[in-house]
């Protein structure tokens, strides 16, 4: 299904990235306030463009909070988000996307929510079709595209989901738990995708519960509690020896309070 010579350019970002290891996101006095409840306090965060970011934590810590707030889809109480040195706006998130949980998809058939994604961040057209095909086969779903997107199965949509989501080149791609519900084969499937999108430049950004997972994907680990950053670090430190008890106790599988 996911053939590792794919060429990488075909998901490659549309725009240059910082070179790797440069600072692609701070994140500074971050926070989020809804009903009179700070939920995100005073967060500071830097990702660098080159690792694979898993956030991780127990929940409601705040973790797909974060990650909305960091993409723009919701505005912060105070503090600010700046991406390659530039406030979140229209122009950034234009190189972003973000796959959900739950795949949001149009009630058109699998093809044509992956040319819809493309009309509205102005791919060329007539870069569109090839863009379609090579999206498709990567995600093994060529022989599915005239059939309707939401009566394929939950792996299916979320590969489809994300299919669409590289189909603009995004220089980063949020995922919040985008196998939560998904059988190991599809999770395999899901995780194979974002590897070749990794491969080819692509920031990734992923929110999980599942350990197994972060310890297959996390270049780096950014471990969260009650709307703090409580540890950021490396995958090999933080899965060899966390420095925070509570991450240690998340770790071991033990109630995090």
Known sequence: MLDAAMPKSDFSAAN?????????????GLCF??????????????????????????????KSLLLRLIHGLLKPSAGSVAWA??????????????????????RRSAAANVRYAMAVHAVPRHEREA????????????HLAAKPA??????????LAIARALSIRPQVLFLDEPTASLDPASTLAVENLIQHAHAAGTKIVLVT????????IADDV???????????????KFFGNARSARAQAYLDGRIVL
């Open 16 to 28: 240059t990235p910082p070179p790797r290891r440069a600072s692609l996101l701070v994140a500074e």
């Open 33 to 62: 306030e809804a009903n009179g409840h700070r939920l995100i306090a005073s967060l500071d965060l830097q990702l660098d463009q080159g690792s694979r970011s898993v956030i991780m934590g127990p929940n409601g810590a705040g």
């Open 85 to 106: 040195g530039c406030d979140v706006g229209r122009a950034t998130k234009q190189r972003q996307a973000m796959v959900f949980q739950r795949p949001v998809l149009l």
């Open 131 to 142: 863009r379609l095909q090579f999206v498709l086969q990567a995600a093994g779903l060529e």
């Open 150 to 159: 939401r009566v394929l199965s939950g792996g299916e949509q979320q590969r």
């Open 209 to 216: 519960h599942d350990i197994g997972q972060a310890k297959r």
């Open 222 to 236: 950014v471990f969260m509690y009650r709307g703090q950053v409580e540890e950021h670090s490396s995958a090999d």
